[in-house]
């Protein structure tokens, strides 16, 4: 394959491929109420047909699944991981249009595309297709065979994705890697190749008046809490007893199961903080945080990969506008997550928070669980990893490992339920996701479509030997 | 006043009447939206007119105040305090259109007029006038003066009343008493008096990230958690501070005020449970609550009447929509109401709540006023307060009092600012205020509307001497 050739066809169509993806981008996929969703799991049935494959949009009880196809004929096969929906837009603090796509010139980042989905992940998504496109363009067909599964419920938990793998693990079976396309470069340009995913779990926690006390069906006057007992107290009681004002977790059990870092993995987090490559006032800067759990910025590090976390992701009760309203409500809720290390059992921890209930005589507080999910590691001696990382080698001379994400995806499916090793990675650089003014740089998408023809170059190639004067 | 003559015009155009009560029920009036506010206050400047009085609508910082006038050169004036606001009807449960007015058969009520605002309180407001009407058709003219002060903030704490009061202190003064038309009826048909109301103090507690850590702007990926702290779990840690597992209030000085029910009082409350007359089954079925804080009847009575409350209205953070988002917020709050009684001053219980705060290491949490008024109190001996209790006596044969209204309103501006008795009653039966399918009865309009006309005759005519056999 004539990498270079297929660098300069990217640079010589980018105008179009950039059209191309933001028109993608405005296609508004939000999973938690379904908007658009129907609509754009047929535009990617059509990206992928449009690349000369065969797409089928796989109903599944949640949203449809595309499944795809693009046989080459080719010695190996790739499994393309992808997600067509995204988070709501229901911040504050937008500058732009959430679904416009539009591009503005941000401070030190220059041109970039404002869009829900830029980075997470319906651009690296749109990008990989004008890639391919363009390899198509120049070589008249891929190096690998491809294979699609983009579902529309990671946001969601992507729960409807492992009984599909299940139905579908044959087909999905002769993949021999799983690539899941996203851009990995931070601020500063620097890639970053993790080697797991923490695991998930996704409860509420529901506090309602019973035998205990508190109004039983429905809110009632507020000034009956002078004899009737209050549901949001209760729960904040039951809440306030995980954590100590530090923030501890005191669940007993929480950490019992965490597997420290193994030597190889600190000596990595210590290289890049010995490099300077971790500056704690960047990540600080950039998401508007004043101060860390930890201040020293080595232990910060450590912390964020190998540390389990309960997060309060939301909490409500009664009235929650503007102004003023007097209720005793009848109920109260909080959504919790905990992000799971290697070897935290989903099931164990569940059964730690429920313990931890009982024990504080919460037992009528409700846990319901809405996603559980396994953490999942894989090896750097694993091909796919190997290709990705001369790639970044080979197109910025640098990359970091990085032991885990310290966020959460459903790798396990493919490595624990398929058995196939798979790798998140490209080019390119985005941020704010889940956040307002969610964006990604419009030189970075350029980069990781580049970045996608090296890695299908590396991956079907294989390590290659040294190229030396000899041959001179 | 041939009060017999009017109760029989009342029965004769009752359909009339009801009629028009729902047609001023069905026109939302919602005060924390604005929805309807313009269109209600000028409806009941129409109904001042309507009786032949001037009307004005006084515009203020907030919603309009409507003032009118009804002058009959009568010995005695009365000013009329309403409010033709309501509260939202976002609760889940109404077996009708909110605004519908629709009337219903409910078990054990009979025909019911299902409506936000049937009860607290535009049902009871036009009603007042549909009385007054019958009044005019059969003397031609009301025994007293009527002024009228009817506002559009009371759900949202009256913020504009008392400075209105200050500049109509002059008009508003003339009045000899103020009354509070309110369907005064229990479940069982007893009427009661309240002898007061208790003082409101309505706060936000928010927390935010800051120099403590958290996110200080936006929210941001939920995975972050574990290396960045939660304004949620601090707020949640602070609010738990507040109470004990049993709801025990643990604010310093909080009970340091409480003036102890006098033994007037405390035997009024004995008497009641003595007679049977409190049932705290009763209650707790109508509100359905399964255990009060009290076991005791005569306990739970008493705290109802003599203690103050700390009560969550409304808690919110993060991602409160349904099923899963994850999110680190950067902010918590909280909505809470303190309800005061004698001789507690709302600004020593705001610094408490501060100090508190601040003795928890809390001092960021940031506490933002909306409504602080203190509680009032009114005598037994008021002539008004008597003309009530003779009206209840006389067409009830009995009546019950309670030391204060649990619930809180600003009538502290007519005893305190302008020096006025007020008295809030009337028969009639409705309820769930604050909730869904709030009701009145339609039976219960027509004793409304009658004891409206026996009170008047009783205020303006006096207590009369006993009337014996001796005549015959």
């Known amino acids: 394959m004539n990498v270079n050739a297929i ?17 993608f981008l405005r296609q508004p996929s939000i999973s938690y109420t379904g908007e658009g969703i ?11 047909a449009g690349l000369g494959g065969e797409a089928e949009v796989v109903e599944t009880p949640g949203h449809p699944i595309v499944y795809g196809e693009l046989w080459q004929d080719a010695p190996k096969t790739l499994l393309i991981y992808g997600m067509y929906d995204v988070m709501p ?18 401070p030190g980042l220059g041109p970039s595309v ?36 983009v579902e529309g419920e990671e946001e969601m938990g992507s729960r409807s994705f492992p009984a599909f793998a299940e139905r579908y693990a044959e087909k999905l079976k002769r993949a021999d890697a799983v690539l899941f396309p996203f851009f990995e470069q931070d601020e500063a340009g620097m890639p970053s190749l993790v080697l797991g995913t923490k695991g998930m779990l996704y409860v509420e926690l529901i506090c309602t008046g019973g035998d205990w006390g508190g109004p039983s069906e429905r809110g009632i006057h507020g000034s009956y ?102 209720v005793l409500p009848h109920q109260a809720t909080a959504k919790v997550d905990v992000r799971m290390v290697p ?16 024990k504080g005589g919460f037992s009528d507080i409700e ?17 796919a990893v190997q290709a990705m990382i001369r790639t970044y080698q080979g197109l910025r001379g640098e990359l970091e490992l990085w032991p885990i994400n310290p966020g959460s995806a459903p790798y396990y499916v493919f490595e624990r339920q398929l058995g196939l090793p798979y790798v998140t990675g490209g080019l390119g650089h985005g941020s704010r996701q889940h956040s307002s003014n969610e964006y990604c740089t419009v030189a970075g998408i350029l980069d990781f479509e580049r970045s996608m023809v090296t890695f299908l170059d590396e991956f079907t190639r294989g390590p290659q030997a040294p190229q030396g004067d000899a041959h001179e």
């Not at 229901?90 to 010139?105: L, Q, R």
């Not at 953490?375 to 750097?380: D, P, R, V």
């Open 367 to 383: 846990i319901k669980v809405y996603n559980k999910y396994p953490w999942s590691k894989l090896s750097l001696d694993e091909p």
């Open 114 to 149: 404002i869009c829900r989905g830029a980075v997470n992940t319906k651009g690296p998504l749109a990008a990989f297709f004008t890639a391919m496109r363009s390899i198509m363009r120049v070589e008249g067909k891929l190096p690998v065979n491809l294979l699609f599964a």
């Open 225 to 326: 809490n002078a004899w009737v007992r209050s549901p949001v107290w209760r729960l904040t009681r039951a809440l306030a007893s995980f954590v100590d004002d530090d923030e501890n977790i005191l669940v007993d059990g929480f950490f019992d199961d965490v597997r420290p870092l193994s030597e190889r993995e600190a000596a990595l987090l210590d290289e890049q903080i010995d490099a300077g490559r971790f500056d704690a006032g960047v990540f600080r800067e950039a998401y508007a945080v004043r101060r860390l759990k930890d201040s020293d910025d080595r232990q910060a590090w450590h912390r964020l990969f190998s540390q389990p976390q309960l997060n309060i992701d939301g909490l409500f009760a009664g009235y929650t506008g503007p102004e003023t309203k007097t």
């Open 7 to 23: 660098h300069a066809d990217l640079q010589q169509h980018f105008d179009q491929d950039l059209e191309d993806i933001r028109s």
């Open 38 to 48: 129907a609509e754009t799991a047929q535009a990617v049935a059509d990206l992928i």
């Open 343 to 358: 070897d935290m059992d989903p099931d164990t921890v569940l059964a730690g928070l429920r313990a931890h209930l009982d």
């Open 89 to 106: 837009t229901d911040e504050d603090g937008w500058m732009a249009e959430p679904f416009g796509a539009e591009i503005h010139d941000l």
